[in-house]
């Protein structure tokens, strides 16, 4: 009786555990091995009060594909595509998608499904987010300079296309999950997902232009950290 008193009080402790007890991680970079789509200057001139914050010999340039040192790839979402179980578990926080520099910063912004979104202007010229969804309800609204946060949220998952229907070269992504255990690569192509307990995962890793990747992982213990890299192939353009 008393083994089975000690099992069950062990098996309960397991179920409210706070995630972060077990700390397990899954980290690694993203890569590219070959050629990707050129990144090309966009000409701003047309909207000068958006032009003037880019040096003569820095101009913007399309992000469609942005490699770094080593061959890092910038705005990849990685995240746990199977073995998370946390659909039900939507963050409390908003994420933010900013306009500036008629850009999007980021140009790639995940968040959870149901996770409240703040779209924000900090350009002094209006901008018409419109954020192309097929599976989600697709909309655009117009926000002028100084306006207030534009609240949204997406009840599905999907990658969703972003643009500006003001200014042509704006694009981005609005990455909807089902899963809270997710990352977006920066310049060093690096990615992190922590507080995982025990278990079977796939992790997947996405790239607009390139696909999509998968590889199988499994956290055997607490505290337990693996490391997987992923190397996209490049295309021929």
Request: charged share 20%; proline share 8%; glycine share 8%.
């Amino acid at each position: 009786m008393r083994t089975k008193q000690v099992c069950t009080a062990a098996a309960l402790a397991l179920l409210i555990a706070p995630a972060s007890v077990w700390a397990g991680t899954i980290s690694g970079k993203v890569t590219v091995d070959g050629p990707v789509p050129k990144q090309k200057v966009i000409d701003m001139s047309k909207e000068p009060a958006c032009a003037k914050d880019y040096p003569a010999s820095d101009p913007p340039k399309t992000e469609t594909a942005t490699v770094g040192a080593g061959n890092s790839l910038s705005d990849v979402v990685v995240y746990i595509s199977a073995g998370a179980n946390d659909e039900g578990t939507v963050p409390p926080q908003a994420v933010t998608l900013d306009q500036h520099g008629c850009r999007y910063i980021k140009h790639v912004t995940a968040l959870h499904v149901n996770q409240d979104m703040k779209v924000t202007n900090s350009d002094p010229t209006s901008h018409n987010i419109h954020p192309l969804a097929k599976t989600n309800r697709e909309w655009n609204k117009s926000q002028p300079p100084g306006s207030p946060a534009l609240d949204a949220k997406f009840d599905q998952a999907e990658f969703i296309p972003v643009k500006c229907n003001i200014h042509p070269w704006m694009h981005g992504y609005i990455v909807v999950l089902k899963t809270n255990h997710f990352g977006v690569t920066g310049a060093d192509g690096g990615f992190s997902l922590k507080d995982l307990p025990p278990g079977k995962y796939t992790v997947t890793a996405w790239q607009e232009t390139l696909g999509s990747s998968q590889q199988d992982v499994t956290i055997g213990g607490a505290n337990e950290t693996k490391t997987i890299n992923f190397v996209f192939k490049g295309k021929a353009y």
